[in-house]
T-cell receptor
């Protein structure tokens, strides 16, 4: 089976612009989480979506939004880009087990966003 | 609130030597703990996980970790380092015992393996 895929691989945007990042989870996985990884740091949680509903949100401004589609793929949108949004954006998917346990997360290769 | 602290942002070992990467966590509920590895310009790969049960967990590529509740630690070890082990390693804790898709990561430890 294919792993988590993300597109595009790299992206260069200008301050103030908008960006959309895409993620396709592993087949059968219904949960998608998004993370931002700034150079030299650990990933920071942005959002989790499960069954097309937001299940969790990290400490990010409202410029960040996301959604999940009926096929469980997901988009992360960032408006009014700032220089500080430059980072690797990671998508992870997981299945659900008993008692709502989301299981280990499997990560995609990420989208490298550079804001100039 | 939960948090993870990785002691040592950079660890250097010789090929064939023991690898020890330290991770301490803080959690008000029983934690689920994970170690991930990240190679340059790639995503994160799961090495191993602890949820419940046996406190010594074995992962891929010869790595293992031991959950010690009394020390709030989950250190990663490998008996003999290989050049291919050079990478960034992240310890992570899952919120609310896995009932959420949120992982909280440490700052990471860069492992250098010298020939």
């Amino acid at each position: 089976d294919a792993g988590v895929t993300q597109s595009p691989t790299h992206l260069i945007k200008t301050r103030g612009q908008h960006v959309t990042l895409r993620c396709s989870p592993i087949s059968g996985h219904k949960s998608v989480s998004w993370y931002q990884q700034v150079l030299g740091q650990g990933p920071q949680f942005i959002f989790q979506y499960y069954e097309k509903e937001e299940r969790g949100r990290g400490n990010f401004p409202d410029r960040f939004s996301a959604r999940q589609f009926p096929n469980y793929s997901s988009e992360l949108n960032v408006n009014a880009l700032l220089l500080g949004d430059s980072a690797l954006y990671l998508c992870a998917s997981s299945h659900t087990g008993l008692a709502g346990y989301f299981g280990e997360q499997y990560f995609g290769p990420g989208t490298r966003l550079t804001v100039t | 609130a939960q948090s993870v602290t990785q002691l040592g942002s950079h660890v250097s070992v010789s090929e064939g030597a023991l690898v020890l990467l330290r991770c301490n966590y803080s959690s008000s509920v029983p934690p689920y703990l994970f170690w991930y590895v990240q190679y340059p310009n790639q995503g994160l790969q799961l090495l191993l996980k602890y949820t419940t049960g046996a406190t010594l967990v074995k992962g891929i590529n010869g790595f293992e970790a031991e959950f010690k509740k009394s020390e709030t630690s989950f250190h990663l070890t490998k008996p003999s380092a290989h050049m291919s082990d050079a990478a960034e390693y992240f310890c992570a804790v899952s919120g609310a015992s896995g009932n959420t898709g949120k992982l909280i990561f440490g700052q990471g430890t860069t492992l250098q393996v010298k020939p």
